[in-house]
């Protein structure tokens, strides 16, 4: 399919972060999520979630850069033939990257149904 707009495409990211359940909402915490075009060295990845796992975070986490919820724009319209696939695929990359940042590791994603 053409490619979306930024704009656009944004605004479904957006939508997709509305739709998490409140009580995960509410758990996010430094973290930050980007709509980027590519992954350069993974130019089909369509999310990708860099940082420290909530699991991972010690007593001394403290004044730490945000971690970082990519979602690649291309990456996902290449995958997709309507707008109404782009809006499912960014959802369940958003709730597959944001599992990463809870810790879930990517097999469990995959059992999970979120892969």
């Known amino acids: 399919m053409q490619p979306i707009s930024r704009y656009r495409f944004g605004e479904l990211v957006d939508e997709a972060l ?6 995960l909402a509410r758990l996010l915490d ?3 999520v980007q ?3 590519r992954n350069e060295q993974e130019p089909s990845l369509l999310g990708l979630y860099t940082g420290i796992a909530l699991t991972e975070r ?3 986490y403290t004044f730490a850069a945000p971690d970082v919820i990519a979602i ?3 990456a996902i319209c290449d995958v ?3 707008e109404e696939q782009v809006a499912q695929e960014i959802a369940v990359t958003v709730a597959h990257e944001i599992g990463h ?3 879930i590791s990517e097999e469990r994603l995959h059992e999970l149904g979120w892969g």
């Open 18 to 23: 509305d739709r998490l359940p409140p009580e």
């Open 30 to 32: 430094n973290v930050v």
């Open 35 to 37: 709509v980027r075009d």
């Open 58 to 60: 010690g007593h001394d």
């Open 72 to 74: 690649y724009r291309l």
């Open 80 to 82: 997709c033939r309507s």
């Open 101 to 103: 940042y809870f810790g």
